[in-house]
């Protein structure tokens, strides 16, 4: 395992031990929802449904065919937002 892996895993590790993760996901989520991500998203599995037909489409092609459209709608706020929260929890809890 490459340093940079150990760290990431020993930060989520911390994330997780301290119930800061599960309120991250809480803040994304609400965040997503408040700038209108979740019904863009939405939209767009309904579109790609109606091109291919119900019946063709898997819930794994979806997946693949939503998921890069999805973290490209992420609005850089919200990004900003996480990031600066999980450097401020890393930087209180130092001792990783």
């Known amino acids: 395992m490459s340093k940079d892996s150990q760290m990431r895993a020993a930060i989520n590790q911390k994330l997780i031990e301290m119930g800061e993760r599960e309120r991250l996901k809480e803040l994304l989520r609400a ?3 408040e700038c209108g991500w979740k019904d863009q998203l939405k939209a767009h599995c309904k579109d790609v449904i109606r091109e291919k037909g119900l019946e063709h489409v898997t819930v794994e092609d ?3 065919e939503v998921t890069p ?3 490209a ?3 850089d ?3 900003k937002e996480l990031l600066t929260r999980i450097r401020a ?3 209180q ?3 990783l």
């Open 31 to 33: 965040k997503l929802v």
């Open 62 to 64: 979806l997946v693949t």
């Open 69 to 71: 459209k999805g973290r």
């Open 73 to 75: 709608l992420v609005p």
């Open 77 to 79: 706020s919200v990004k």
């Open 89 to 91: 929890f890393l930087a």
């Open 93 to 95: 809890h130092a001792t």
